[in-house]
């Protein structure tokens, strides 16, 4: 057959055919990006494998839905059911613990903004079904938000007024007895009545520690707040400024609570312009306000900011920011507008920028760091990091913003 072949081959060069070059290679494993109905997962190839999933694991190992009076529990990559748990139909999952063994579940569709209630029903649910769901019927506005590390406590968004929620505050639930109490103090005392600070605004962001021993929940425009520490002092900020963006510390193995309080110009823009993220060894956060460019680095030990830091280049002054760290954590990855920027992890200079056709809504980067997955309106891209060229696309309709890869 030896000479055959090589005929044919003699034969498509005088034709001056060319073999084509074979199509890009698609990612390996999953992408997880949020579209109207859920989380949709889908393989590196565009096929969606499934997408009503409202809530996902710490790691992104399983998902949970509520299909008819059942919490499923599903795996990504397979679709493949791994546990049912009774529930009553009509409700959300909506918050997950770390280690996944209860999921807090709310009557209703999640809304993008709350709606007036004068009382609330959660269910917490085993997602195995070995054990009874609880239902628990607090009176007031309340939202789960995430589940203290041994179990014992639901912590909430309680907004207020309860029938025309105007602010809201964090608190936790004891899930043996429902009470609603108050968070505690660094110093492991209870805030004092009166004390408790209540939030306003928008954009609220929120990553969970690699440790999954904390959460960070970005606050903006905030610009008549007053911090529980002042509250208790007596006093307005010790500089005198408005508070217009802070991080919420919420420990979630001692349910203590703290707010880093961010300089200006953070809070002061778009909720669109700011996103953040946490290094891979949970020592730094860093925040990110593109209306003017600037980068803050906090200290996760001693909450405190250690840097703030203009972006090298134009401000992007673009809506929908994203940051994400490499998993090596030597570089961040920014996207804001049209374009796409890389910055060493310990410098914060840009060494690269990658524009793009349309706005990108949503970064992650692959587990082995050699491509940046970028959302765009119905689709995903993905760009090869050493040569900077999108190498790539898939469909993704009804994208809303990538959320994992």
Same mark, same amino acid.
């Given at each position: 057959?030896?000479?055959?072949?090589?005929?044919?081959?003699?034969?498509?060069?005088?034709? &001056?055919?060319?073999?084509?070059?074979?199509? #890009?290679?698609?990612?390996? &494993?999953?992408?997880?990006?949020?579209?109207?109905?859920?989380?949709?997962?889908?393989?590196?190839?565009?096929?969606?494998?499934?997408?009503?999933?409202?809530?996902?694991?710490?790691?992104?190992?399983?998902?949970? !839905?509520?299909?008819?009076?059942?919490?499923?529990?599903?795996?990504?990559?397979?679709?493949?059911?791994?546990?049912?748990?009774?529930?009553?139909?009509?409700?959300?999952?909506?918050?997950?613990?770390?280690?996944?063994?209860?999921?807090?579940?709310?009557?209703?569709?999640?809304?993008?903004?709350?709606?007036?209630?004068?009382?609330?029903?959660?269910?917490?649910?085993?997602?195995?079904?070995?054990?009874?769901?609880?239902?628990?019927?607090?009176?007031?506005?309340?939202?789960?938000?995430?589940?203290?590390?041994?179990?014992?406590?639901?912590?909430?968004?309680?907004?207020?007024?309860?029938?025309?929620?105007?602010?809201?505050?964090?608190?936790?639930?004891?899930?043996?007895?429902?009470?609603?109490?108050?968070?505690?103090?660094?110093?492991?005392?209870?805030?004092?009545?009166?004390?408790?600070?209540?939030?306003?605004?928008? &954009?609220?962001?929120?990553?969970?520690?690699?440790?999954?021993?904390?959460?960070?929940?970005?606050?903006?425009? +905030? &610009?008549?707040?007053?911090?529980?520490?002042?509250?208790?002092?007596?006093?307005?900020?010790?500089?005198?400024? #408005?508070?217009?963006?802070?991080?919420?510390?919420?420990?979630?193995?001692?349910?203590?609570?703290?707010?880093?309080?961010?300089?200006?110009?953070?809070?002061?823009?778009?909720?669109?312009?700011?996103a953040l993220t946490i290094s891979p060894d949970g020592r730094t956060l860093h925040v990110?306000?593109?209306e003017t460019g600037q980068i803050a680095v906090a200290d996760t030990e001693s909450l405190?900011?250690?840097?703030?830091?203009? =972006?090298?280049?134009?401000?992007?002054?673009?809506?929908?920011?994203?940051?994400?760290?490499?998993?090596?954590?030597?570089?961040?990855?920014?996207? !804001?507008?049209?374009?796409?920027?890389?910055?060493?992890?310990?410098?914060?200079? =840009?060494?690269?920028?990658?524009?793009?056709?349309?706005?990108?809504?949503?970064?992650?980067?692959?587990?082995?760091?050699?491509?940046?997955?970028?959302? +765009?309106?119905?689709?995903?891209?993905?760009?090869?990091?050493?040569?900077?060229?999108?190498?790539?696309?898939?469909?993704?309709?009804?994208?809303?913003?990538?959320?994992?890869?």
């Open positions: 057959m030896r000479p055959v072949f090589l005929a044919l081959a003699a034969v498509l060069v005088a034709a &001056g055919c060319s073999v084509p070059a074979p199509p #890009p290679e698609a990612p390996r &494993g999953f992408v997880f990006y949020q579209a109207e109905h859920g989380i949709t997962v889908a393989d590196g190839r565009g096929t969606v494998l499934s997408g009503d999933a409202t809530v996902a694991s710490a790691d992104w190992s399983t998902l949970y !839905a509520v299909r008819g009076s059942e919490l499923v529990t599903f795996d990504p990559g397979t679709n493949r059911t791994l546990a049912t748990a009774p529930v009553p139909s009509g409700f959300t999952a909506t918050a997950v613990s770390v280690d996944g063994d209860l999921v807090a579940l709310t009557e209703g569709a999640k809304a993008d903004r709350p709606v007036g209630k004068s009382a609330t029903r959660i269910i917490v649910a085993d997602p195995t079904g070995k054990r009874p769901a609880k239902e628990l019927t607090l009176a007031g506005n309340f939202e789960p938000e995430a589940f203290s590390s041994g179990g014992d406590f639901l912590f909430v968004l309680e907004y207020l007024p309860a029938n025309a929620p105007e602010r809201y505050r964090v608190r936790r639930v004891v899930l043996d007895s429902g009470e609603v109490q108050p968070l505690l103090l660094r110093d492991k005392r209870v805030v004092p009545a009166g004390a408790e600070e209540e939030m306003r605004g928008e &954009g609220r962001q929120a990553v969970l520690a690699p440790d999954r021993n904390r959460l960070y929940t970005l606050y903006l425009h +905030q &610009g008549d707040h007053q911090h529980t520490r002042d509250l208790i002092a007596g006093r307005h900020a010790p500089d005198g400024r #408005p508070v217009h963006a802070f991080v919420h510390v919420l420990s979630l193995t001692e349910g203590w609570a703290y707010c880093l309080d961010l300089p200006d110009p953070f809070g002061l823009h778009p909720a669109g312009t700011h990110v306000e593109t405190t900011i250690t840097r703030v830091t203009p =972006v090298p280049g134009e401000p992007s002054g673009a809506g929908d920011a994203a940051l994400s760290f490499a998993p090596a954590g030597d570089a961040l990855y920014l996207s !804001a507008g049209n374009l796409v920027r890389r910055l060493d992890s310990s410098t914060l200079r =840009v060494d690269a920028t990658w524009p793009q056709p349309a706005p990108v809504h949503g970064l992650a980067v692959s587990p082995d760091g050699r491509r940046v997955l970028i959302g +765009q309106k119905d689709h995903i891209a993905w760009i090869d990091v050493v040569s900077g060229r999108t190498a790539g696309t898939v469909a993704a309709a009804g994208l809303i913003r990538l959320r994992h890869a």
